[in-house]
């Protein structure tokens, strides 16, 4: 396994994450549940969406090396058109709504609405399709699946235990800026070595 790697895939996983609708709906829900049932439900959640993903990028990986970098590149674009684009409000709104929608009592019932939130939330989101991009480009499907899965629950402790208070610290249109930038260079890369080859 290759340390760094390792510790991109979850630098911007991480920052596709966080400032995304899941990380609203995990504050959201630890304000009227244990935080500690909170990131034990949303961990399971994005652990399951991320083997998930990872099981995607592996299939994808059977296709013809050009098409296959081709779809690469246009999943960066995708996520750095996204990231750059898309409102704090808009994700605030939507984190919020899924995560009031529950009624969490009993320390089960909170986890299993906490993974449930997840779950469907995550389904088809920016860090699901990069976690099957970053599967077809490195092919370590098992370091993709460890160190997405990793940085999602990190994201899940943050937000259960400070998110309130980190976001009046870092503005999410900063770390959101920031990924989509990253992205963008990702694909633009990945298009010129495409065409250079």
């Known amino acids: 396994m290759n340390?760094?790697?390792?510790?991109?895939?979850?630098?911007?996983?991480?920052?596709?994450?966080?400032?995304?609708?899941?990380?609203i709906a995990t504050v959201v829900m630890s304000t009227r549940a244990r935080?500690?049932?909170?990131?034990?439900?949303?961990?399971?959640?994005?652990v399951?969406?991320?083997?998930?993903?990872?099981?995607?990028?592996g299939l994808?990986?059977?296709?013809?090396?050009?098409v296959k970098d081709l779809i690469v590149a246009v999943l960066f674009l995708g996520g750095?058109?996204?990231?750059?684009t898309s409102h704090e409000s808009t994700a605030e709104r939507v984190g919020e709504e899924h995560a009031m929608s529950e009624h969490p009592a009993t320390r089960m019932k909170e986890i299993v609405t906490a993974f449930s939130v997840i779950f469907?939330?995550?389904?088809?989101?920016?860090s699901q399709i990069q976690a099957a991009n970053f599967t077809v480009k490195t092919r370590q499907p098992l370091e993709v699946f460890l160190a997405g899965s990793l940085a999602l629950i990190t994201v899940s402790f943050i937000g259960a235990y400070g998110g309130q208070l980190?976001?009046?610290v870092v503005p999410l249109a900063w770390i959101r800026r920031g990924g989509g930038f990253v992205f963008l260079a990702l694909g633009l890369y990945t298009l010129i070595s495409l065409a250079t080859s």
């Open 80 to 84: 750095a058109a996204y990231l750059l």
């Open 120 to 126: 469907v939330t995550e389904f088809g989101d920016l």
């Open 35 to 46: 935080p500690s049932s909170i990131v034990a439900g949303a961990s399971a959640g994005f």
């Open 166 to 168: 980190l976001q009046r």
């Open 60 to 66: 994808l990986t059977l296709l013809p090396a050009h």
């Open 48 to 57: 399951v969406q991320m083997a998930i993903a990872v099981g995607a990028g």
């Open 3 to 23: 340390v760094g790697t390792f510790l991109g895939i979850f630098a911007l996983m991480f920052l596709i994450e966080f400032p995304d609708k899941t990380m």
